[in-house]
């Protein structure tokens, strides 16, 4: 299992603690540092809609224009690559399986 998101996020953090409580093993996955969005995201966006992908909440996507927001419907893919902390944060990939958010839905998939 890998999970991908940012050191200082909460929800990361909030998910790291409860797989770890589960037991669970996983590696983490800096978005910004070290994983290749731009070949990741296609992949996610295959498995996950991109309205549950691109986070519309973040301070990222308040500092975008309405062009470049525009592209949260025409290539969702290119938005992501380009701006990495737009991913809804985490995103776990098990196996074929690929969840964004910790959601409760994301939780009991897991099995945390």
Known sequence: ???YGLKNCDTCKK???A????GQSYTF???RAEADVASLAPQWLKQV???KL???RSTTWRQLDEAERAKA???????????PTLVKRPVIERGDDVFAGWTKDVQAALGV
């Open 1 to 3: 299992m890998k999970l």
């Open 15 to 17: 998910a790291m603690k």
């Open 19 to 22: 797989l770890d409580a589960a």
């Open 29 to 31: 996955v800096d978005i």
């Open 49 to 51: 809609d991109s309205a």
């Open 54 to 56: 691109i986070n519309t």
């Open 73 to 83: 419907e025409s290539d969702p893919a290119g938005l992501l690559a380009a701006n």
